[in-house]
């Protein structure tokens, strides 16, 4: 069942899991009228949906504070840069797309943190499978993939756009290359 936008909304707001030192949107001044601050851009109805581990740090989120309140995202991260690459050459652009994560807190320090997989399901369940609307979803990475399977979701895979073992050219063309394979089966 998909909810409307802002209990959608609620629903992330509501969401935490204290004791594990994840932050929220609200604890890292960046709450909205979003369910990730990605969505400034990336908010497409009708679009496909594409599905990362989690939108960023609670440390960097501070630390570039200025930046996501104006653009929603780093745009000097090697996620965004490959992400934008590929919607490029798929002759797309950010508002194509709904963008979304399967874990919606912020990891305390480093965006590799590891994430109990406990608490990305729960964030799956509470949030990510009512954004679905039963359009074409693009996995990226194993987190978004697994979450994916263990909900029954239909997807895309991809690797993970800030994969460091990867080379660019390769994330950029697995990406594109979904972003085209989405198109036909909306």
Request: net charge positive; hydrophobic share 40%.
């Amino acid at each position: 069942m998909n909810l409307s936008r802002k209990e959608l909304i609620a629903r992330r707001r509501a969401f935490n899991i204290p004791g594990f030192g994840y932050k929220t949107l609200a604890e890292v001044g960046l709450d909205g009228d979003y369910v990730s601050p990605i969505q400034k851009t990336s908010n497409s109805t009708t679009g496909p949906i594409l599905i990362g581990k989690h939108w960023n740090s609670a440390k960097n989120a501070l630390q570039k504070r200025d930046l996501l309140v104006e653009f929603g995202y780093d745009v000097f991260s090697r996620f965004n840069k490959v992400l934008d690459e590929a919607l490029k050459c798929a002759g797309m652009g950010r508002a194509n797309v709904y963008i979304t994560q399967a874990f919606h807190l912020l990891p305390g320090t480093d965006k590799s943190q590891s994430i109990k997989l406990e608490h990305i399901r729960m964030s799956f369940r509470e949030i990510t499978i009512h954004e679905l609307d039963g359009r074409p979803v693009i996995a990226m990475g194993n987190t978004a993939q697994k979450a994916c399977d263990r909900f029954g979701v239909e997807y895309i895979p991809v690797p993970h756009p800030s994969h460091r073992q990867m080379p660019v050219e390769e994330r950029v063309a697995a990406l594109r290359d979904a972003l085209c394979v989405s198109r036909q089966i909306q």
